[in-house]
């Protein structure tokens, strides 16, 4: 199994700044992913987080919005840019490892 | 893309009975796996059953999967208190990445 530990757990933030998160794992994990979930609602997949190359974004996401950084097999960052309240939602970080994956606790963003 | 169909989409029992929870797909999958998520919190991985296997079980777990119908239940026996929470079903298909469900709200009433 794998222990990922997720910062900042939550967050207010002003319209048109970023948030960096960071997203930690105790071992070395093939995959990680990047989640949004609105309250109430499922987990929507931003991006594959791939190791020392640009992530995979799904269809809505851009970099430009949400740049991603893997340099190593067990750390990256998500960064949610230029936030307006629409971006208010928990963002999850996921490790996968062969057909398992654990999360993050996640972060409670909440833009104003 | 695909997405698995929990039902229902809230349910509410006292502690002590028995939560069943069905997950319903479309397409061919590698396998499909439950999660956990206590008030928006991270997901939990609670059990995964494989596309050739029908049952499975683990400790109050039970899980059922029927390929020809595409879909899979959740049995959650003598259920407590702390089982309240968001259920997920995650579908692993193949060339793609897990997809989850849209959740399931399971409330035990002590």
């Known amino acids: 199994s794998a222990v990922i530990s997720q910062k900042p757990s939550r967050d207010i933030c002003q319209r048109g700044t970023s948030l960096t998160i960071q997203c930690q794992v105790d071992?070395?994990?093939?995959?990680m992913f990047w989640y949004r979930q609105q309250p109430g609602q499922s987990l929507t997949l931003i991006a594959t987080a791939n190791q020392g190359s640009e992530a995979t974004y799904e269809s809505g996401f851009v970099i430009d919005k949400f740049p991603i950084s893997r340099p190593n097999l067990t750390f990256s960052t998500l960064t949610v840019s230029n936030m307006s309240p629409e971006d208010s939602s928990i963002y999850l970080c996921?490790?996968?490892?062969?057909?398992?994956?654990?999360f993050g606790q996640g972060t409670r963003l909440t833009v104003v | 893309s695909q997405q698995g169909e929990e039902d229902p989409q809230a349910l509410s029992i006292q502690e002590g009975e028995n939560a069943t929870m069905n997950c319903s797909y479309k397409t061919s999958i590698n396998n499909l796996q439950w999660y956990r998520q206590n008030s928006g919190r991270g997901l939990v991985h609670l059990i995964l059953?494989?596309?050739?296997?029908r049952e499975k079980h683990s400790g109050r777990l039970r899980v059922t999967l029927d390929t020809s119908k595409k879909s899979s239940s959740l049995l959650i026996t003598a259920s407590r208190a702390a089982d309240t929470a968001s259920y997920f079903c995650?579908?692993?298909?193949?060339?793609?990445?897990?997809?989850f469900g849209k959740g399931m709200k399971l409330t035990v009433n002590p």
């Open positions: 995650a579908t692993d298909i193949p060339g793609e990445k897990l997809v």
């Open positions: 996921s490790g996968g490892m062969n057909t398992e994956a654990f």
């Open positions: 071992s070395q994990v093939t995959m």
């Open positions: 059953i494989r596309s050739n296997e």
